[in-house]
């Protein structure tokens, strides 16, 4: 066990500080976490999931299932981080996870001999007795002892970033096959994308010691990548791996910048690429597995093209005397590496009898299967069916390959066996993919780049692509030939999935007890259901299962590859969007103003508005409030209304269109006034309210409330286009183009004549209730004046374009002390409107109707309109149904809470007495105690009835009164004056 | 996804909202008889097949234009873009 | 077979060898009393009710593909009875206190586990709204708490509280809410019904319904016709393409739900938690993931796979309220087709087809109802009258008007 020399993709000059479990050590630039822990003799690094085996190193890719560490400390810990795919850096702090004790004293390990008790789905059939014992001691014994590493339970620190890129062509993977095809597709032009997940370009070539065009091939990659790198229509993204494929050629990336936590504070740790293709080529080569056999999880027993790789890769031995398992030609080929590296190769020993050893001078064992693996926390013998017994520190095992297919699986292709490589090749892949070499199982080169160029020739054509020249290869002919599963499956304790621990013995026994379609097999055994997806255990288990069922593998089928392929941080899905940034804030117009006079905010959706506007010496959110009602009622008050929805609608038809999408009548609205609106869904529920003000024959602006803005806008739209596409209706949302202001108050008249324009009269002749007007105001700004009211006052709303409200706003204000203007925010606004009875979101919930809310007469009988019809139906309209009405506290004392139910007094509060509910109350400073807006069956039919107000969540019971929902001036006089 | 708009060539489907079975522009007139039942059909039983269908989305982040998508929900394969009116047009000489 | 903790220590002592087959695997019979046509947690739960309580055991369940293949296999097992409307809210009691016994009365551990369900609210108008909700629950008997956010705060540390966009006011919360194995649910009611007599039979599809005078008298599937007394509809998200062989319409909508688990952890979140201002819901396994999802994607889909949109949007809302979980990694996604009804409420009824019986429309709450569907359904076929507390649940509702929206959406099912 040691680093060669020379050789590889290393820098031997450029040392790299790092730790794992607390003790220090060196690797170097190119290193992953795994080289650099394996050049330091360091095997043993995690412990599994359910018996707490000791797990080693295992493969050299992002298919790790057993080196999971936890990577960096405190709020920048990060669990389950594949040692793998981890680049080395300087200073990097790595722990290892899911243990009790220290790594080689784990005293969860008792698992593992308690095994036998532990078997498949042993937990569905106990844990029953006594039964307040699962939760209390059971489950939090399981929870503690499952999962694997942890979080720090803090913020995220890191930042993350998103991005969209398009191209033509998107090619996934840059090994030998990914680099040729971009080449080929690069020269001719085409806008073309290059993935891999890899640090470095250039996939197994990376690792691999054969010659092409009669040089290595790590020389090959550098020379592609060097004339891809200078072309401008190319874009290579190493550390990137496409996760997913998505519909009509979408897919995601994540592009890892840096596991260094240091450098993500301010920079983006990741970068979630949203890459737009024509079409792509999936290049991602093939996963080598492992062989079944007792103890085959020690660790020192690793994947024999993962051993090459250390070795040709990071100049590392990962053990003194190798063995090597395999039963296919490619684990000769460690076998030859290793020996030219120096390393001291055992033998290897090959399942197939019948072969012509295809690497000669090497120690070999020809028709045996190995029965057993012997070691502690590390391998140190191999017995074979013969009973003879090698010692050995590292196991190099080739089992053959699994073509890397899942990204054709995501839109549910569903891969077929293949009889002669025996492995499972894509079928039915997305439309606009095309997969080449091993990830198609081709696992010979010349055949590889002869697919490839077949290939890409016809994708660049049907691109548009035409000028196209094929770069000639040189490579031997590498044959691969393996044989088949063993028909026999050795006894003892023989892993599948490493990682989740489940054993040839789980998965007998699922069979036997029924859970033998593949499907059930993992949910049962949790098989390949482990961090990495089953891409080590899925065909493995397969095997098994087709041996027991004896089914052919095709028959059996595999479980389905989901997205992502490898995992994908939820930071990173979330990207900016996190914090104060989760949603953008909208400011209404006055936003400025009111935050220097002090105002307190609240969301409003997505808008902020001014709540209340606290002053000096005030306590209390409801001495604000208080005051702001009082001020406005006796003076005048302005506040902020922009944040309705305001759609212009034009044209020869728009009346007969106010007449279609409201329930009551537009068509005969008067020139120059305003009515009150109340919409409709097309199932006769209502569904919004407002005023819809008529400036001229054909010109109508709708108000909407803020909640559903977008939603009415959408609907008129539908109603427009879909429904009366022959109408002359035009809309425009002009929400944001206007700011509006509610004026109110008894001195809201005087006020407002002071800043119209001179010739603009708006006395109560000129300008009565439901006025409306074009008017300029403080010397030619133009501005939309409604008298319209919702707090019960001599009201007016006024609307001046947006880029004037600033100043429109602040001169108000100041021409407005004289009759004591005063701001008046949300909470204000909705204490006066429930003064006044007036719905709003809490009673026009959805589900709620005309008949409900009082209004069931406004809804034409006559017309065709929105939601009438269905509003007919018997259930909407019984007798005893809802309707909205006021409450006050028989005690006034006493507050109303929102959302109590209303029961009849001496009956028992349950669902089968329930009467009704409170939807909103409020303090009423002008009649000084609480009251209450709420739905009660025939409330209307009902006032001065008492009856209980219940709020069993606290335990309260208060007597109320039932009440017209016209607390404050019912006869509206003050509206009029 | 993506959607094939007749004039602003290929968007992402976020761009729009879906409202579901096209058969929604064919909404009944209200009569004498004030059919609830005519009504209750049209609004609830909606067409909902495997395979080939068509629906209505509107381009909120666009054009605000109301198309008729037709596509295959086994696999989400567009087959074909449409103006609301161009459909209706057609959807009449049939 | 009965399953203890001294079964399984007598079975690991012999090598495991005494078990039996959890379900046996029969050819089906030429006729049976009933046919429930879904091998899903419903259709299971239904067949486990008509044997063990109703004593109707002349019953096949039809499942086209393997046991538990429906949207029993790819949920996101929360239970809950939060529900807000007299119509829904003891029908969905009853389905907790079902699963309160599970275990009890199946002899399978399917791991009930009431760690409390919180729905977060932002806002004073989503607190009333909580608060008549909690009222509604606990008139109808079941339990429910509304905390401040000190309160909160006290119980789920990690959440944001300084940064929030839509700031966390507090939660309703329902301490007998949490989750439950959900494979194990299905596993549990099959073996129940199996051993009472229920034929279970796997990779039976039915290709059609055998009417004759206004009567359904059986099936086609691919094992051949089989008939019954009565057939039962069993399959939710598939119900539109069942029911269309018998020429029903039904006022439901095909959607793709997509959920998501995260790899393994070390306990970090102990209850049900539900984003108030976004779209995002969690919980943690017993295995230690992070279970999660959000909203529908929203298009009409068969294809039980979703897209990116929603990915991001429910990951969003996951940051926006417990920003630790950045570095929890996304390890698998995958998208069930829900019957996405006209008001987001179920039905379990009759259909104007004698003999022939509807159970769909669960829009993405199918799971927490699994018990309680099945014990209606097995109530309204074995006594052709509805369970009293899903007396609600009719297909002719909307003709009438007798609309059960939790939401307040209206005919609109992506948006239920």
Known sequence: MYRIKSGGLINRNKELNFSFNGKNFVGYEGDTLSSALLGNGIHLVGRSFKYHRPRGIFSSGSEEPSALVQLEEKNFTEPNIRATTVKLYDGLVSNSQNHVGSLSWDFMRINDYLSTFLSAGFYYKTFMWPKAFWEKVYEPIIRNAAGLGKLSKESDPSKYDKGYLHCDLLVIGAGPAGLYSALIAARTGAKIIVVDEDFILGGSFNGENININDNICSDWVKSILSELNSLKNVRLMSSTTLYGSFDHGIYGALEVKSYNSKNTITKPRHILWKIYSKFSVLCTGALERSILFENNDLPGIMLSKSVRHYCNRWGVIPGNNISIYTNNDDGWETAKDLKKAGCNVVCIIDQRSNIKPPIENIDHILGRNIVKAKGNLRISSIKLDNGRIINTDCLAVSGGYNPNLHLTCHQRGKPKWNEVNHCFVPHNPPKTMEVIGAANGLFNHEEMFNDSKIKLTKILRNLGFRKIAVEKVNISKKVYQISPFPKKIPEGKIWVDLQNDVTVKDIKLAVHEGFHSVELLKRYTTLGMATDQGKNSNVLGLSVLSLIKNKTMHEVGTTIFRPPFTPVPIGAFAGRSRGKHFKPFRLTPSHNWAKSNNAVFVEAGNWLRAQWYPIKGEKTWRESVDREVIQTRNNVGICDVTTLGKIDIKGKDSGAFLNFVYANNFGKLPVGKVRYGLMLRDDGIAFDDGTTARFSENHFVMTTTTANAVTVFRHLEFCKQCLKPDWDVHLISTTDHWAQFAIAGPKSRKLLQEICDPKIDISNDKFPFMACAKITVLEGIPARLFRISFSGELAYEIAVPRRYADFFVKKISEIGKKYSLVPYGTEALGVMRIEKGHAAGNELNGQTTAHNLGLGKMVSKLNDCVGNTMSERDELNKDDALKLVGFIPTNKKQQLVAGSHFIEKGQIANLENDQGWMSSVAFSPMLNHSIGLGYIKRGNQRYGEKVNAVNPLKNEITEVEIHSPHFYDPEGELLRG | MIIQHPDLGPRDSSEFVYKGDAELLFRPERTENADQEIFHDYLYLRNNPAGKHRELWYHEYGDRSWLVVTRDTTNHEILKVEYVKDYIKSYKVK | ?416
């Not at chain 3, 393997?66 to 529900?83: A, E, F």
């Open chain 3, 1 to 416: 077979m009965n399953y203890s903790g001294l079964k399984i220590f007598w079975e690991g002592l012999t090598g495991n060898k005494g078990w039996n087959k959890v379900w046996k695997e029969p050819t089906p019979k030429k006729e049976y009393d009933i046919i429930i046509i879904g091998g899903g947690g419903h259709g299971l739960s239904t067949a486990y009710y008509l044997s063990n309580k109703f004593n109707v055991n002349n019953v096949a369940v039809l499942e086209k593909g393997w046991l538990g293949s429906g949207n029993i296999g790819r949920n996101t097992t929360i239970i809950r009875s939060n529900y807000l409307l007299p119509e829904n809210q003891p029908f969905y009691e009853f389905s907790l206190k079902l699963w309160e016994n599970l275990e009890n009365d199946t002899n399978y551990n399917s791991m009930v586990s009431q760690r409390g369900v919180l729905n977060l609210f932002h806002s004073d108008g989503q607190r009333d709204a909580f608060v008549r909700r909690g009222n509604s629950m606990i008139l109808s008997g079941a339990d429910a708490n509304l905390l401040n956010d000190v309160e909160l705060k006290e119980l789920c540390p990690y959440l944001d509280f300084e940064n929030a966009r839509f700031p966390i006011k507090g939660a309703l919360l329902q301490k007998r809410g949490g989750t439950v194995r959900h494979d194990a649910v299905a596993w549990g009611y099959a073996r129940g019904a199996d051993a009472k007599g229920v034929d279970i039979i796997q990779n039976c599809e039915v290709d059609g319904f055998i009417i004759k005078n206004g009567k359904c008298i059986g099936v086609e599937t691919n094992k051949g016709v089989i008939k019954a007394k009565k057939i039962a509809s069993c399959v939710a998200g598939s119900s539109g393409k069942l029911m269309s062989k018998a020429g029903i319409r039904l006022p439901i909508e095909s959607h793709v739900l997509q959920a998501f688990v995260s790899e393994g952890l070390k306990p970090i979140l102990d209850n049900v938690i539900t984003f108030g201002a976004g779209h995002f819901y969690v919980s943690q396994s017993d295995k230690g993931g992070l279970v999660f999802g959000g909203d529908i994607d929203g298009y009409n889909s068969y294809a039980q796979r979703g897209n990116l949109p929603v990915v991001e949007d429910v990951c969003e809302g996951g940051m926006a309220i417990m920003p630790m979980i950045g570095r929890a990694r996304l390890l698998r996604m995958w998208g069930g087709i829900m019957d996405m009804s006209m008001d987001g409420s179920p039905f379990i009824d009759k259909t104007h087809i004698k003999g022939l019986y509807f159970n769909g429309g669960w829009c993405y709450g199918g799971f927490k109802a699994t018990p309680a569907s099945g014990y209606c359904y097995a109530h309204l076929l074995a006594k052709d009258e509805p369970h009293p507390v899903a007396e609600d649940y009719k297909l002719d509702r909307f003709l009438k008007g007798k609309i059960i929206d939790e939401k307040g959406q209206g005919a609109q099912p992506n948006l239920h």
